[in-house]
């Protein structure tokens, strides 16, 4: 990239932001501004016109996905590239190289453990979904200053500590724990990261917490420059304890901050823009860019099946239809977009199953973003886990392995396992040997894990194939896969599909080596592939940093949108909301069902911030089956009358 | 030996197929039309690559039959007349790419064959990144034919991929609708890679050789049957080896293995004219030009079908044939003929028994069509039937075309009273039963 050519393609706040001396400098930006354009052409700036070495600078970002995909746009060639990661991989990185063993517990490990120490000692805490109490402790652990709060908790913590500490274990919460211990203890060390890290960019800093801007002030020096881009509008991830409150915290501890803000909206009509910040009265306005209008549309439909419908109707539209009948009946089909323009974005994953089934008969080509990927399936995922294993046998892979849901284990028994190998040091195979023989452990489950060994017998006794794909044939026979999923088609084509995916490693050397890398950079992008052309379903949160030309948002209804939960935080939901909805580049279309699993629902209390030129309209179902009732209810009367 | 060859068909995995469009009805069905050479059709699809792979075992290079088993039970159930016939299956798929380029969307069909299961397996592994395979036999990729062509190429260099039924309106390179005006606009730098070019049903080789461009590739016709019974409504002849290899470079080079085409009347093709169906409106090209390409009922500009737009592109005339040029046979479908001389649809009793029957007695349908002497069809019995081939081979038709997804009709008969006076009465015996 040349250097001209770089800074003229930004505007004039742009420019400032990524020349400006000034530390810490901070910049508060609406969506589609430029934000991480601006953080790239920083970077780029600093190398190529600063002189700046890639090794000194260090990018921070939330997300595997986010980070890859930065990394991906500043596409640096060079061997010695800047560090761009998460704050949870930088925390490892560090501990490991410092030559910590770090064995990173697992959800079902923690259930686990938080039961325990429930029956045992916190019998306060029973009544509280072990989900959210992990949440909790997490939110503990990130706060900096643990004095003022809740003192059971407190004591619930530490036992839980303490814990894993016996077991050699951390959470993701102690990686920058751990870290930040490290820093603020041993100043020498501290030292070499200040020199290391002369510039710290941050992006979507608006969800950083509270431990991880600790750990930032902590490599700070007045020679070290810190750059903060983000929106405190979108700041979605307050159940992780962050706030949108941190660039306000930056600015009491930096007096001498300075403050850039970009203004210009690149990505969104005019329409889209104004609606968007209808959700903040009083806030001020971004000035769009492009000159067409676009268009915001709120849909009612009759359930959750005719909402897909309607979108991909819709999309075969504007494709201009994808077969010859519909090709046939649509009148104007001139469009020019293509399967990547469209999103279709909603709160929770339970809303895509509709979505799913009904895209996945529609033949339109898409991909599900995250939890609900066809990779994080089960049976996938125990494949995959099963490769990475057969390539690296080591314990962490076997464990995952032996996890696997296909197994039934109980979380109880998995965490016995996991005692006897702390205790005894044992690898886990040995630890299994042991923990058949052992009598706190059911009968039940010891005969499960008896199963588990000679499947483990045949993996190794067995000669495995050299391509991968014809690896996964075998494994689908050595878990015996096609007769534990007899009646369920969709999961034996998943497994098909798995195996053709990998078929294109098997003529090159190192097949399985291959084929382990590829999957482990999709997971990284949690299973999205920003380059596939086809529509990408995904929720509110996975969607962040993302633009479409097209977005469809779900289940626009009261207890969706707001999250209808123990607790509702309405701002994090509005935020949420203008996440989703600040997406879209062309049109955006919320949709709204009349009955959802069977239930009446409600438009969502945010169409009232969205009044003023918001267009309604019907879908067509709503009269077919209108009518349909209509008739039926006449047909009804008749017969009373007779 | 001269093959028969059909490679573009549809398997039950397709939207709009028949049920019995599995590997044992295309055997059958190949059997009695007199193929050689059949396309497995949409092996991108799982379940029925699957199927593939467990009901063909390979034969000839490149090429596959029917397991033995299978076979074996379904030639029990054939006439002696066409039991010997040769029949091997190749690799293949149509698929529809959706895209967009240079600011239009682009629809086009295009057909891959190719040599191997392990060459699919590479080739359905990236196309399952890109789109949803189990959905349609016939999958729908946002990808650029371009990449698709050289994906398919890169996967093999022995594959072949084929433009398909390019002049349909909606789906293909030279669509009205979403296609492309030359295959260098589609293909760019690629375009010598495309060696061959599918006409479908609604144009023949001679529209195609009028655009000079198609001067320079093979022109193939297949039936795009989307059930096994139309399997072979058009075919392409080749003099070869039963070799993959053989065929392919044939095709590829357009050399003497390729002797020629046999096809559909043009005129018979859904979208041979312009028109509104809705609206019952069927123009000539010269027609709607006069009504400057609208509908004179809803004002709509009308479907511009396959005649129209070949003018469009053509850079000669009408009536241009180039001095030498390959074979081109026109039939029609032995049951339709069979239809019209009986006065009754192709699915009444009657005539489908009068079409086993004639099978049974003559041998299969390609060879009574094409090649056998009229003589010989007489003395077996059917001298009607006889009269009627001789109309067809001497492109005798009466023709009403087709137009806007509407199929046209080709009668060897104008009208009742000539059916009967060409038709004596001596027909009807061989029929009833
Ligand atoms: N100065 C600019 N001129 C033209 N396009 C821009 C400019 N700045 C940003 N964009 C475009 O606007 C869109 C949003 O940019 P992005 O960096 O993703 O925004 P943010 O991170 O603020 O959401 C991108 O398509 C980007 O290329
Ligand atoms: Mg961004
Ligand atoms: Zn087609
Ligand atoms: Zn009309």
């Known amino acids: 990239m040349g250097n001209v050519n770089l800074l003229s393609s930004l505007n004039s706040q742009q420019q400032l932001a990524v020349k400006s001396e000034a530390s810490p400098l901070v910049i508060i930006a609406g969506p589609g501004t430029g934000k991480t354009k601006t953080l790239i052409s920083r970077i780029v700036y600093l190398i190529e016109n600063k002189g700046t070495r890639p090794e000194n600078i260090l990018a921070l970002t939330f997300t595997k996905k986010a980070a890859s995909e930065m990394q ?19 925390g490892y990185d560090f501990l490991t190289s410092m030559g910590q063993e770090l064995s990173i517990i697992n959800k079902q490990e923690q259930q686990e453990v938080l039961t325990e120490l429930l029956q045992t000692k916190f019998p306060l805490f029973k009544n509280i979904r072990l989900g959210e109490l992990s949440l909790l402790i997490s939110r503990f652990k990130n706060k900096v200053d643990q004095e003022s709060a809740d003192q059971s908790l407190a004591h619930l913590v530490a036992a839980y500590d303490e814990l894993l500490t016996s077991r050699c274990l951390s959470d993701y919460d102690d990686l920058l724990i751990k870290t930040y211990r490290l820093i603020t203890k041993n100043t020498r060390l501290k030292t070499t990261l200040q020199d290391r890290y002369q510039h710290i960019l941050i992006d979507e800093f608006q969800d950083t917490n509270h431990l991880q801007y600790a750990l930032i002030k902590n490599l700070l020096t007045p020679n070290n420059h810190l750059f903060m881009i983000g929106d405190p509008r979108q700041s979605i991830y307050a159940f992780r304890g962050t706030s949108d409150k941190m660039f306000d915290q930056v600015k009491k501890d930096f007096p001498d901050f300075q403050e850039v803000t970009l203004t210009t909206n690149y990505r969104s009509c005019r329409q889209i823009i104004d609606s968007s ?54 009148q104007n089909n001139q469009g020019n977009c293509q399967f990547s323009d469209f999103a279709v974005i909603y709160r929770t994953h339970s809303l895509s199953k509709p979505l799913e089934e009904k895209f996945s008969q529609s033949g339109i080509p898409y991909q599900l973003v995250g939890d609900s990927s066809p990779y994080e399936q089960p049976e996938i995922q125990l494949l995959i886990n099963v490769l990475k294993y057969l390539q690296n046998p080591a314990d962490q892979y076997l464990k995952a392995v032996l996890s696997s849901p296909l197994f039934q284990l109980s979380s109880k028994t998995l965490w016995a396992v996991r005692v006897i190998q702390t205790d005894t040091d044992y690898p886990l195979e040995q630890a299994l040997k042991t923990a058949v023989t052992q009598k706190n452990i059911t009968q039940k489950e010891r005969k499960k894990i008896s199963q588990f060994q000679q499947y483990l017998q045949k993996l190794t006794q067995q000669n495995l194939p050299s391509k991968a794909s014809q690896i996964v044939a075998q494994l689908t026979k050595i878990f015996q896969l096609a007769i534990r999923y007899q009646n369920k088609p969709s999961v034996l084509q998943n497994i098909q599909q798995f195996r053709n995916t990998l078929v294109q490693f098997d003529g090159i050397p190192h097949s399985l080596a291959q084929a382990v890398s590829y999957l482990t950079y999709l997971e990284k992008h949690e299973f999205y592939d920003p380059a596939a052309s086809k529509v990408t379903l995904l929720t509110m949160h996975a969607s962040k940093g993302l633009e479409f030309r097209y977005v469809f948002i779900c289940g626009f209804e009261e207890g969706i949108i707001p999250l209808e939960n123990k607790i509702i935080d309405m701002e994090e939901e509005k935020r949420l909301l203008y996440v989703a909805m600040t997406r879209a580049k062309d049109e955006l279309y919320l949709l709204a069902t009349r009955k959802r699993n069977g239930q009446l629902s409600a438009v969502s209390r945010f169409k009232q911030n969205l009044l003023t030129d918001l267009e309604e309209t019907n879908d067509e179902a709503i009269a077919r089956i209108e009518k349909k009732q209509q008739k039926w209810q006449e047909k009804k009367n008749q017969l009373t009358l007779l | 030996m001269e093959l028969i060859v059909d490679l573009h068909i549809h398997s039950r995995y397709s939207r709009a197929t028949s049920k019995d469009s599995n590997l044992e009805g295309l055997y059958r069905w190949g059997k009695i039309k007199g193929i050689n050479i059949i396309g497995t059709g949409d092996f991108t699809h799982p379940a029925w690559f699957a199927e593939i792979q467990d009901k063909l075992e390979p034969a000839e290079p490149g090429l596959f039959k029917l397991r033995q088993d299978l076979a074996i039970a379904i030639d029990k159930t054939l006439p002696a007349s066409i039991r010997k016939n040769l029949i091997r299956f190749a690799l293949t798929v149509e698929i529809s790419n959706i895209y967009s380029k240079n600011e239009k969307v682009r629809k086009l069909h295009n057909l891959v064959i190719m040599p191997s299961v392990k060459a699919v397996s590479q080739f359905n592994s990236a196309l399952e990144r890109i789109g949803n395979l189990k959905a349609d036999g016939r999958p729908i990729l946002g990808l650029d034919s371009k990449q698709l062509l050289t994906l398919t190429l890169d996967t093999d260099p022995s594959a072949l991929f084929v433009p398909a039924h390019i002049w349909t ?21 690629l375009a010598p890679e495309i060696k061959a070019i599918e006409t479908g049903l609604s144009s023949d080789p001679f529209m195609n050789w009028r655009i000079a461009e198609l001067q320079k590739v093979t022109i193939i016709s297949n039936s795009d049957a989307h059930s096994p019974q139309k399997l072979g409504r058009e075919a392409t002849i080749l003099q070869s080896q039963v070799d993959y290899h053989d065929i392919i470079n044939g095709i590829k080079t357009n050399d003497r293995r390729i002797v020629g085409t ?13 028109g509104h169906r809705a609206c019952n409106i069927r123009f000539s090209p010269k027609q709607t030009k006069n009504h400057q390409g609208l509908c004179p009922v809803c004002h709509q500009s009308l479907t511009v079908g396959v005649d129209n737009r070949v003018n469009e592109l053509a850079n000669l005339a009408e009536d241009y044939q180039p001095k030498r040029h390959k074979v081109v046979e026109y039939i029609i479908p032995l049951i339709e003929i069979l239809a019209e001389m009986q006065e009754k649809t192709t699915a009444a009793k009657a005539v489908q028994t009068a079409y086993q029957k004639v099978i049974l007695d003559l041998g299969n349908e390609f060879t009574i069509l094409r090649k056998m002497p009229i003589i010989e069809i007489k003395d077996a019995g059917y001298e009607a039937l006889a009269k009627a081939i001789v109309r067809m081979r001497q492109k005798e038709v009466h023709v009403e075309p087709g137009y806007d997804g509407v199929f046209g009709t080709i009668k060897l008969f104008t009208s009742n009273e000539e059916r009967k006076k060409q038709l004596t009465e001596q027909i009807g015996l061989g029929w009833e039963t």
Request: no cysteine; hydrophobic share 35%.
């Open chain 2, 169 to 189: 309106p909606w789906f293909s390179m030279f669509g009205s609708k979403s296609g492309f005006n030359s295959i260098d606009e589609a293909f760019e730098e």
């Open chain 2, 262 to 274: 046999i096809e559909f009347f043009p005129q018979e093709g859904k979208y041979h004219y312009d």
């Open chain 1, 72 to 90: 991906e746009r500043l596409n640096n060639p060079q061997n010695n590239s800047p560090t761009i990661t998460t704050f949870h991989a930088l």
């Open chain 1, 277 to 330: 910040a209808q959700l903040f009265p009083g806030s001020p306005k971004l000035h769009a860019s492009r000159s067409t209008t676009g268009k915001v549309q709120l849909i009612y439909t009759p359930h959750a099946f005719s909402e897909a419908d309607w979108i991909i109707k819709t999309i075969n539209a504007k494709i201009g239809g994808t077969d010859l009948i519909q090709a046939g009946n649509i």
